[in-house]
């Protein structure tokens, strides 16, 4: 049972999936925020022309210290009798448990969304306010929007997204499609007509298209996640069966860990997408 639930709760998991991953030992976990791109000097201090046997002149990266604490999740499915396990048309017990592996999935993606997109206000990550909502009868751009947010990331960070992500709902998609199609699709009658047969979106401005209901409606996201951000795991998923003889069993599952945002300068929040 734990090799096929560990193998489910990686398939449901989305956006924990997109950020980089290491173990932590503790579950108090200290790092430095990188709230800056390039060094810069002031005049008169310069790191060019320096003079012969001179000094060189002294500046410090801007690093913000912050704590965060492992969570830990966990739940049980309901005891599924032995006699419904037995002669039950479903697999009672086997959907139960695929249940509870999803349902901390989902929840571990909603604690790693909010950490990326600063529980939806842009502090300091990026922020961008599109044109208009991307399903309006006229005035959206979401192309022009998602270039915004591009741009600034480059401008913070003053390197180009090499692993670039746009994050979206199901509507967000839907919108963006369909802009692409109805509004666009004279543009570039190919592509339009190529997303008439297939209705999804892969690759869009350079960026891999990636949907999720944990993103919260009217937002997107674009970014080089697994630069911005990093899962530290403190106890990796693991699920048990607890047995009572000759009565049933129920499935625990449960998993320990924390998403910490260490270069928010990688990330930019679109707002008003819907």
Not at 89 to 99: C, I, P, S, Y
Request: charged fraction near 25%; glycine fraction near 6%.
């Amino acid at each position: 049972i734990q090799k096929g639930a560990i193998a489910e709760f990686e398939e449901a998991l989305i956006i924990r999936a997109l950020i980089s991953s290491k173990p932590t030992k503790a579950r108090e976990i200290k790092f430095w925020q990188k709230t800056t791109g390039y060094l810069t000097l002031t005049a008169p201090a310069k790191l060019s022309n320096i003079a012969p046997g001179a000094r060189p002149f002294v500046t410090e990266t801007s690093w913000t210290p912050q704590t965060k604490y492992s969570i830990k999740y966990m739940l049980d499915s309901p005891m599924i009798n032995m006699e419904d396990e037995s002669d039950a048309e479903v697999q009672v017990f086997r959907d139960n448990a695929k249940d509870v592996v999803e349902a901390i999935a989902n929840d571990v993606d909603g604690d790693v969304w909010d950490v990326i997109s600063e529980n939806q206000s842009a502090s300091n990550i990026n922020g961008v306010a599109a044109n208009a909502v991307w399903n309006a009868a006229s005035g959206q751009d979401p192309f022009e929007d998602i270039m915004q947010a591009k741009m600034e990331i480059r401008q913070q960070t003053k390197r180009s997204i090499r692993n670039g992500i746009l994050l979206l709902n199901a509507q967000g998609e839907k919108d963006l499609l369909v802009w692409l199609v109805t509004t666009k699709g004279s543009s570039v009658p190919n592509f339009a007509s190529e997303k008439v047969g297939t209705g999804t979106i892969d690759k869009f401005a350079g960026l891999q298209v990636v949907v999720s209901e944990t993103v919260t409606t009217t937002f997107a996201l674009v970014g080089d996640f697994k630069q911005a951000a990093t899962y530290r795991e403190f106890k990796p998923f693991t699920s048990v069966i607890i047995d009572e003889p000759l009565i049933g069993r129920k499935i625990r599952s449960s998993t320990n860990g924390v998403a910490i945002l260490i270069k928010p300068k990688f990330i930019a929040l679109i707002t008003g997408v819907a």
